[in-house]
């Protein structure tokens, strides 16, 4: 996963617009933003899905620098004063607290709309240009206001309200598992994976986003804000729809487990080969403890 | 032009995200931003350059209409206190005066990223998928962080600072003239045009922005409230940079004429085909008197 990780900051590195051709100050606040950044999951993600169907990883890292991209996009814009109003972010100032308001929603305006400059850009061959319009609508599905979009207007309008479980699960759904699963299908579509093989891995990423997030969750209440990077009980302070408050931590972690075990059931059909991305399941369900 | 814009507002209602699939709020959001809507100048040249290279409009309409979904999104975050604080807009209260900032942040987000979902969906023969490509490559070009966005954030950096003509006229290349000239391009290729084709439509395309953008602060500082639909002598308030305010009426008036002849020549090679474009070109020049 290091390995990965390193490939996938050269290649956002690399991709970021070059220096010169945009005006100082919003390309300073991308990288900001971009650099040192998270786990990089989605895009490590996006990376071993497109080896699970036996693809190189270079025909999947521009992708995945564009859905870390987009991933970054939404934490700036969330992170807004009038959104969620966090002033910390991955252990730092969040970037409104550095630029200002207004560079940071045409920051994540940008990083947004770079996304999709990537993954359109360079010439391709028929069956590539077919590959990456499939990347680019799931990828824009994902990000939209049937996913992302749609998860955080349920989540500031649920906010103080009683909520369900049923609820919060499409909350995190659009939030979080949108593009987790995004990131996987795109892997499997850029590697050059049938349809099985493509469903399987969303199958896989439904699985892990949901226990991504209940892992989250129970992370905010009791984690430390040096281990997370970010301001720690917030959700409650907010009355936030989080698992824990909803089931408790110990039922919230068996969902996370079971969630995680469903996901590495799909991987079955591509045998020794998802292996790494059943480790991945183990890990972040061992995150919470 | 009409008959244009009732086909590129069809398109619009059509290609909206379903209701029901979606939360209501945003989409309520995104509508009332969409409709009316203004004069509708950037579809309805994406429809034009496809009929100029002999393209039908059907092969162009989704193009259109996310053309004009990026536009509106633009508007949006412009229109936001952080930004240029505009409580006006197209003759209405601005979307943050009627829904709040937050959800103007994110109808803004999904305005932008469904417009790449309408263009990479769909279904498309290899030829197709190729042109989609290029389409969605152009349009994020212009979107991005080396067009709207560059000329919005040089914009914001030059309020009450002095400025040059060729710093304005790069400012309103970037806020103005890269989308326009985007819809023409969009236009060509999705119709089918060759190189030197959409080549040309794009130097008519810079020629009409400049005029257009050179036009509209002119209306800024000499129109009326109800005609422009938007507050008027704001420019001048917010210290903005303008051609006017530089140049003064006259000499902004013969540079938009002349910008507009500059454009015409350009679809010289088009013969009668280009006699729709020609008019529009000296349309916008009017629109200043």
């Known amino acids: 996963m290091d390995a990965d990780r390193r490939l996938v900051d050269a290649a956002l590195r690399r991709l970021l617009p070059p220096r010169g051709s945009v005006p100082v100050t919003v390309r300073r606040a ?11 999951l989605r895009p490590i993600l996006a990376v071993q899905a497109c080896r699970v169907v036996g693809g190189r990883p270079e025909e999947v890292l521009p992708a995945a620098a564009a859905i870390e991209m987009i ?17 910390l972010r991955r252990g730092r100032a969040s970037s409104h607290r550095i630029f200002g308001e207004a560079m940071a929603i045409l920051a994540g305006d940008a990083l947004l709309t770079h996304a999709f400059e990537i993954l359109s850009g360079h010439p391709a061959t028929a069956r590539q240009a077919n590959r990456r319009l499939r990347a680019i609508a799931v990828l824009a599905g994902a990000a939209g206001v049937q996913g992302m979009i749609a998860g955080q207007v349920m989540d500031l309008e649920a906010e103080g309200r009683p909520f369900t479980y049923a609820k919060l699960q499409r909350i995190h759904r659009g939030k979080t598992g949108a593009l987790i699963s995004a990131a996987l299908q795109i892997g499997g579509i850029l590697g050059g994976g049938d349809e099985t093989q493509v469903r399987a891995l969303r199958s896989y990423g439904d699985g892990i986003g949901l226990a991504f997030q209940v892992v989250d969750d129970i992370l905010d209440q009791e984690g430390s804000p040096e281990g997370l990077g970010k301001s ?3 959700d409650r302070r907010d009355r936030k729809a989080t698992f824990p408050a909803l089931l408790g931590v110990p039922a919230s972690r068996r969902r996370a487990a079971r969630a995680a075990a469903r996901a590495v059931a799909a991987l079955r059909s591509f045998g020794r080969r998802g292996t790494p991305l059943t480790e991945l399941a183990r890990f972040i369900v061992e995150r919470g403890h």
Request: hydrophobic letters at 30%; aromatic letters at 10%.
């Open 232 to 234: 720690i009980g917030k």
């Open 71 to 87: 991933h970054t996009y939404s934490l700036v814009h969330d992170d807004l004063p009038a959104l969620d109003n966090d002033d």
């Open 30 to 40: 991308m990288v900001y933003s971009l650099f040192p950044g998270g786990k990089r």
